[in-house]
C-alpha cells in the first residue's frame, strides 16, 4: 500500500509541475515573466508615442525604471530607498521612469493565471522575506493592467516630485500586501492622504490626456534605452548611460558601480 501511495504522490507532483511549467511558458509566450534566479521581470513591446517623455538637464542621476505592479521592483524597493538616500548625501539625483511591465492587461483571470502568480509570489516572498498578501485571488475578476498604477505615480510626480518615491512604494505595499486594486481610482484616495495630497487635484490630473500622454511617452523611453525587464537601474553621467542593476541587486553592489563609474571618470 505504502509503495502504492508513494506512486500516487510522484504522479500528482509530476502533474502539477507539468501544469505549472505550462502556465510560466504560456506567461513567457505572452512577454510576461519574472525570472526568480536573476529578479528580473521581462517586458513586451508598447505602441511608439508622439509625445516626448520630460527629460532632465542633471549631469549626473541614478535613473530607476521600474513599475508599481511588478514583483521584483517590490522586492528591490528596500534596497532602492537606501540607494536615493546615499546618492542624496553625495548630491545626486534620484529620478524615476515608470516602465509599463503589463500596460493594458488583458490576461484572463482563471485558474492558470492565479496559479502561475501565486506560485510565483509565493517563491519570491520565500528568496526575500518580503511581505505579499493573497486576497486579491479570492476575487472574480482582475485585470493585470500596469499602466494605471503608472499613470498615478507620474501624477503624483507632477504635484510634488519629493514624494514620488513615497507614493510609488505605498502603491506596492496596497497592492502586494492589502491585495487592493490599482485600476480603481479610489485605491489612490488614502495614499493621498497619507502623504499629504489633496486626492481631488490628483484625480483630475490621474484622469487627464496630458498624464495618459506622458506614462505612455516613459513606457517608450526606456524601450529606446534599451531596458528589457524590471527593476532596471541606470547612473546618466552626462550622456551616458551606465547599469546598476538588471534585475534584483543590493544596495551595496549598486554603490559600488556608481563608485566604480565616478572613479573611472575622475581618473581617465
Known amino acids: 500500500m505504502s509503495s502504492i501511495r508513494d506512486m500516487y504522490q510522484i504522479i500528482l507532483l509530476l502533474v502539477l509541475t507539468a501544469a505549472s511549467l505550462s502556465a510560466q511558458s504560456d506567461m513567457e509566450n505572452q512577454g510576461f515573466y519574472c525570472d526568480p534566479e536573476t529578479g528580473l521581470c521581462t517586458i513586451p ?8 517623455a520630460v527629460e532632465t538637464s542633471e549631469e549626473l542621476e541614478v535613473i530607476y525604471v521600474g513599475d508599481p505592479m511588478c514583483s521584483w521592483c517590490w522586492v528591490i524597493s528596500p534596497a532602492l530607498h537606501q540607494l536615493e538616500l546615499r546618492a542624496a548625501q553625495d548630491g545626486i539625483p534620484f529620478r524615476i521612469v515608470v516602465g509599463g511591465l503589463r500596460p493594458g492587461g488583458g490576461d484572463p483571470w482563471n485558474t492558470q493565471f492565479q496559479d502561475f502568480l501565486k506560485h510565483h509570489w509565493e517563491e519570491v516572498n520565500q528568496r526575500s522575506g518580503q ?9 472574480e475578476s482582475f485585470n493585470y493592467d500596469t499602466e494605471p498604477s503608472c499613470r498615478a505615480v507620474v501624477a503624483a510626480r507632477q504635484m510634488d516630485s519629493t514624494k514620488e518615491h513615497q507614493f510609488f512604494e505605498l502603491v506596492q505595499h ?21 502623504l499629504g495630497l489633496d486626492y481631488a487635484t490628483f484625480l483630475e490630473l490621474f484622469q487627464s490626456k496630458e498624464i495618459r500622454d506622458l506614462t505612455q511617452a516613459e513606457f517608450n523611453l526606456n524601450r529606446q534605452w534599451g531596458v528589457r525587464g524590471y527593476p532596471t537601474v541606470l547612473l546618466r553621467k552626462d550622456n551616458q548611460l551606465h547599469l546598476l542593476a538588471r ?11 556608481v563608485n566604480n563609474v565616478l572613479t573611472a571618470e575622475s581618473n581617465p
Not at 45 to 52: A, I, R, T, Y
Not at 187 to 194: A, G, H, K
Request: with cysteine; aromatic share 22%.
Open 247 to 257: 534585475g534584483y541587486s543590493s544596495y551595496e553592489q549598486m554603490w559600488s558601480l
Open 45 to 52: 513591446e508598447v505602441q511608439p508615442s508622439d509625445v516626448k
Open 131 to 139: 511581505p505579499f498578501g493573497y486576497a486579491l485571488f479570492d476575487r
Open 174 to 194: 496596497y497592492f502586494y500586501v492589502r491585495s487592493e486594486d490599482p485600476n480603481q481610482a479610489a485605491f489612490y484616495e488614502p495614499i493621498c492622504e497619507q
